[in-house]
């Protein structure tokens, strides 16, 4: 049941965070969302979360601006407004949070408070469209019998 799932049952144990270095070049950030293949990634500076990037900014900000990609760094195109969760945060807290301000992604801090990674739309995305299929089926077989 969705009203009973958190943001430790959507993403499960991560063994590896990504993210990207806030003095790293836009170049370097780009080819590291690629090779990761994410579209938006957490901004680390020792040892802190400090921002998010992705894809939309460096289109925006770099390329579209004209700027050489190695001599802009991170730090100066990333969004600093982060928004968060905790591992226990429900499925329909982080639908509102993301509804509420307008955005795709939602920061996960562990029990530590340190960064454990991100929670996306597609995320949930997956997890409706799964349910909602679950929900579909037992309809069915109640008003039909077993398929």
């Given at each position: ?64 601006l ?73 309809a069915?077989?109640y ?5």
């Open positions: 049941m969705l009203d009973e799932l958190k943001v430790r049952d959507l993403i499960g144990i991560r063994d590896r965070v990504f993210f990207v270095d806030a003095d790293d070049a836009t170049d370097v950030a780009a080819l590291k969302l690629r090779n990761f293949k994410v579209r938006t990634i957490g901004v680390m500076d020792n040892d802190n979360i400090v921002g998010v990037v992705g894809h939309t900014d460096f289109s925006t900000k770099v390329v579209a004209g700027k050489k990609p190695s001599d802009v760094m991170v730090s100066e195109i990333m969004s600093t407004t982060l928004h968060t969760v905790t591992l226990d945060t429900s499925f329909f807290d982080c639908v509102e949070m993301m509804n509420t301000h307008n955005i795709s992604h939602l920061f996960i801090l562990d029990e530590d408070g340190d960064y454990y990674g991100m929670v996306a739309w597609s995320d949930l995305q997956r997890r409706l469209v799964k349910e909602l299929k679950y929900q579909l089926k037992v069915q077989e008003a039909f019998g077993p398929i």
